[in-house]
């Protein structure tokens, strides 16, 4: 059922496959705000490049990753900006064409990597209004890149839902609605890894090109 009201949303596709150079499926949606669970957006090949990737990126750059010291977010993270790569510039041109948005409103791929007890704690993508953010985020998909043995699921609060990490699979989602109400319920976070390790991929895309 679809309420009289609805806004507009940026995601535009309907039915059962969104149709790239991958068939993609369209597994699960709420509608406000629009939430969409989606299979085979990435095949194994590219979770594991990506994850190789983000690897040896950590490796170069001695530092190793950014482990924040805030307790928000415990994982590791890298940011992969490396399009000249054809399987990373491949994938940036589907998910421009899932999110609807030119590639070039995105931020580099970011790749978080969870270990036992490592957990994103709820949030929002957006940045609060009240600093005045000329080119807020709207949108965000999040990739899995591996099978997690158990926890590690991407949760929305405020809408009692949760979704389990499954290789090659994704959650999108936007907060780009006149009524604020319905950005707000964007509120998610990814639950304590338990068991194993949980690798993802996310892109957020921006209101106006950043690149
Ligand atoms: O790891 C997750 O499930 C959520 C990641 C997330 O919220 C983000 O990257 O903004
Ligand atoms: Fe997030």
Redesign the pocket.
């Known amino acids: 059922m679809i309420a009289e009201n609805k806004e507009q949303t940026i995601f535009h596709h309907v039915g059962k496959k969104i149709i790239t150079d991958r068939e993609i499926d369209i597994i699960a949606r709420i509608e406000e705000p629009l939430i969409v669970v989606l299979g085979n957006v990435l095949s194994d090949e590219e979770c594991e490049e990506l994850i190789r990737l983000s690897t040896d990126k950590m490796k170069r750059s001695k530092i190793g990753t950014t482990r924040e010291e805030n307790a928000l977010r415990t994982s590791s993270s890298m940011f992969i900006e490396e399009s000249e790569n054809l399987i990373v510039a491949g994938i940036e041109k589907r998910i421009a064409a899932v999110m609807n948005i030119p590639i070039e409103h995105g931020e580099g791929l ?1 790749i ?1 990597q ?1 270990t036992p007890g490592q957990q ?1 704690k709820a ?1 929002h ?1 957006f940045f609060s209004s009240s600093s005045a953010v000329a080119n807020n985020r709207i949108s ?1 998909l ?1 990739m899995y890149l591996n099978e997690v043995e158990q926890g ?1 699921e ?1 949760f929305f609060p405020h809408l009692n839902f949760s979704v389990t ?1 499954r290789k090659g699979m994704a959650v999108y989602f936007e907060y780009f609605y006149n009524d604020q109400t319905l950005n707000d319920f964007t509120l ?3 639950a304590p890894v338990e068991i194993g390790e ?1 690798w ?1 991929a ?1 892109q ?1 895309m921006r209101k106006q090109k950043i690149r």
């Open positions: 970011q978080l969870y994103y949030h993508d965000t999040v590690g991407t990490p998610h976070g990814g949980k993802v996310t957020w």
